[in-house]
């Protein structure tokens, strides 16, 4: 039975949907769940679910006597609340007693501790922040790094490159992922010194790389991979989340703006939900860091109780695929190739 | 009387919607327009549209022998291809025949004969190229670089600040424009070394900085103007426009699987139409290229024949402006003082 850690005090709602998803997910996927947090806080919220302790579905908790806020300085708060939730989480993957955890909790903090506590996979140089996008037909898109790494040195990229496609392959299904670098034109000299520096580094590599991808190409399915520094990535990262909420918000508008549209959208409703599902993040379940010695999935601070439920199965699936052991090797057998 | 010279040759269609937009922004704006490109297609679309030369509204024609493509190396097409309908374009603004020019086709080759034929305001020294998105609320957001220069230097950033700002005041009639930096996180320190360097410099600057700004204030409206590389810049743009046509196109998808919401499509036709002219690019009329020694406007390939004509309003609107003059008047002030 493979066991998840829930860090229950990260979120903007802590504890309310880390409870209710571990709960959800305990049923769903049949995983141990270990919730880590306020003792008092979590039962109150097992108890409000009617949920009890040594039922069916295993859940434990776990006592933390600190928690780290999202005001919190990562670095600071990483080094100096060791007995935060985010950091027995941690501890408990690297003991063996989980095996992986999820936090909703300060994006920074939540790296700097998986760092620390986990270390890197033999041969990594620096663990990358992944995010999956869903795409407009097929398998989500991968795009890495979303913010772990701000300046990068192209040997970092091409080691996301790898990263990035044994996620795809082993975690995500995709049989054979083609791995493009995010740049601003599709012919290789358009780009700047960093895409033009990392492209024959890619291309030695034992992936199935096609080249420069656009920023549309976040959602259309050209490339399984996508690669880029993690300032680029969490600008593209938050430019998609901007305009999807204002997109909801001007269409909701629109619609309600004259009678015969609200009855529109009243029949049409169902279809929305559909939609909603479609483009829904919190469907693809958090974005996990790869190259850290574990399993370490990082949910957005708004993630509802659903984030929750499908992080939690994320990293289920990450946790049995072999999938760091494989990094290790793919990356040994680079080093020693070239 | 405003003069605005067209590519009839740029975009993906051209001369059909370049015709049709000069005939609608003669119409609509009284401006005098000068169609550049091969004389016989464009008098053929002239024709197809029953408009008269000579007639009440005046447009010229001036044939080019030449024409630069999409496919066209950009700095070779620029130097090789000096009879193309670009360089005509650049050479009648130049000679002060028109107020400023429009052109949909190769943006790179475009930027490239704009700096060469035009030169650059005196103290600038990158033109950059300029998106203006659509807010939720309230006024349009000028995005700078959004492609002219990958590799970006603080000093430069600080150039487009300024720029941006003018722009929002003089062209978009924003009161007291507030600029801020494109980064990944609103405290100073989150960013990367180039957003770090820039930072003193824009504070430096008589403008309402107001610090880093996020991706996803592309669309909040937090800041007028917002700078950036180029290389982020455009692929920011580019994860918008990938987005909101992954996003239409799922819409649609959804609203007419069911029957129901077939007729919830059909009631709400108005409300999308709304929409989509709420958030259609081709409203705001192209992409400025600031800091040149003249006007010229860069407009999408795909650009349709209302993009072209909004695209004239924009060049009439910068040519009266009086904005080149502006600019060069506070960088000498801005060197004077530093």
Do not use: W
Not at 276 to 292: C, F, I, N, Q, W
Not at 304 to 320: L, W
Request: neutral net charge; charged residues 25%; contains cysteine.
């Amino acid at each position: 039975m493979i066991t998840i850690a829930v860090d229950a005090m990260g979120g903007d709602k802590a504890p309310v949907p880390e409870v209710e998803g571990a709960i959800l997910a305990a049923r769903q996927y049949g995983h141990r769940i270990i919730l880590v947090g306020d003792r008092d806080e979590i039962h109150q919220r097992l108890d409000h679910h009617g949920f009890m302790a040594g039922g069916e579905h295993p859940i434990e908790v776990v006592h933390a006597t600190e928690r780290i806020t999202m005001e919190d300085h990562a670095a600071k708060a990483a080094r100096s609340k060791k007995g935060s939730s985010m950091h027995l989480c941690a501890h408990l993957v690297a003991s063996g007693k989980a095996d992986g955890y999820i936090s909703a909790g300060n994006t920074g903090a939540c790296m700097a501790i998986a760092k620390m506590v986990l270390g890197k996979v033999p041969g990594v140089d620096r663990p990358a922040l992944s995010a999956v996008f869903p795409s407009h037909k097929g398998s989500p898109i991968v795009v890495l790094d979303v913010g772990a790494n701000v300046d990068c040195e192209p040997a970092m990229l091409a080691q996301f490159g790898l990263m990035g496609q044994i996620y795809s392959r082993l975690v995500l299904k995709v049989k054979n992922p083609r791995v493009g670098l995010l740049s601003i034109g599709e012919e290789e000299h358009k780009g700047n010194a960093l895409t033009r520096d990392v492209t024959p580094l890619l291309k030695d590599l034992a992936l199935d790389f096609i080249g420069n991808v656009e920023g549309r190409d976040l959602f259309s399915g050209h490339a399984d991979v996508i690669i880029c520094d993690g300032f680029v990535g969490n600008v593209a990262l938050k430019v998609a989340e901007g305009l999807a909420e204002m997109m909801s918000r001007m269409l909701k508008e629109s619609l309600s703006a004259t009678i015969s549209s609200k009855i529109g959208y009243a029949l049409s409703r169902s279809a929305f939900k559909d939609f909603k599902k479609r483009t829904d993040y919190s469907e693809h379940g958090g974005a996990p860091l790869l190259g850290v010695k574990g399993v370490c999935i990082i949910c957005h601070g708004r993630s509802d109780a659903n984030a929750i439920k499908n992080a939690v199965r994320v990293a289920g699936e990450f946790a049995s695929s072999n999938m760091n052991q494989r990094i290790e090797e793919e990356l040994r057998e680079f080093a020693q190739a070239g």
